[in-house]
Every structure is written in structure tokens, then in C-alpha cells.
């Protein structure tokens, strides 16, 4: 699919987050000034729209990188013991045997 020249605005996606400083001078790295409050911004695909201002870098990181949620672990399935011996190919014994 071709795409019309001067288009590209228009195909650009939205809803970017970012976190501006809104201390003195320019926008330098964000850990130049870690305690200064944050604008959040988010791209609307022309322009960034300010939607939330935050006290810190840290406040802003944790609103723009939330953790990941935990995942359960599946429940261990039982899980036959191993023969005895050390050899890499022994054979499990059943549940039967190994309660004797």
C-alpha cells in the first residue's frame, strides 16, 4: 500500500506518554533534575497534550512504567520420584512403588 506524500501525520499513532520537566533551561536527561515536578504529556498525533503534572521522576516513572502484573504459578503436578542410581536415563518409579 502506497502511502500519499505528506501523509505521514496522519498514520502516526497516538496515545504516547511522556514525562517533560518543568524546570529551568531546556529539556536536558531526566536525570539531571530528579526531584523537579513532571508534565505528563501524550501524543494526540499532531501535538502533545499535557494531562497530569507529578512531583518527581520517581512519581512519573511509576505512572508511565507501571509493574508488570505477577503471574500465578501453575500448581506442581506430582511429579513421580527418579529410580535410584545417577544415570541421565533412569526410569521414574510409580507412585505406588515409591509409597512402599
Do not use: C, N
Not at 513532571?38 to 499532531?46: D, H, L, P, V
Amino acid at each position: 500500500m502506497a502511502v500519499p506524500a505528506g501523509s505521514h501525520s496522519v498514520l502516526q499513532r497516538t496515545g504516547f506518554v511522556r514525562a517533560v520537566p518543568l524546570g529551568e533551561g531546556p529539556h536536558r536527561g531526566a536525570h539531571v533534575d530528579p526531584g523537579a515536578p513532571r508534565a505528563i504529556e501524550e501524543w494526540t498525533g499532531t501535538d502533545w497534550t499535557v494531562i497530569g503534572i507529578v512531583e518527581s521522576l520517581a512519581a512519573a516513572q511509576a505512572l508511565l512504567y507501571p509493574p508488570p502484573p505477577v503471574q500465578e504459578k501453575p500448581a506442581e503436578w506430582d511429579r513421580p520420584a527418579m529410580g535410584r542410581g545417577r544415570g541421565r536415563h533412569r526410569k521414574p518409579i510409580s507412585a505406588e512403588e515409591r509409597d512402599r
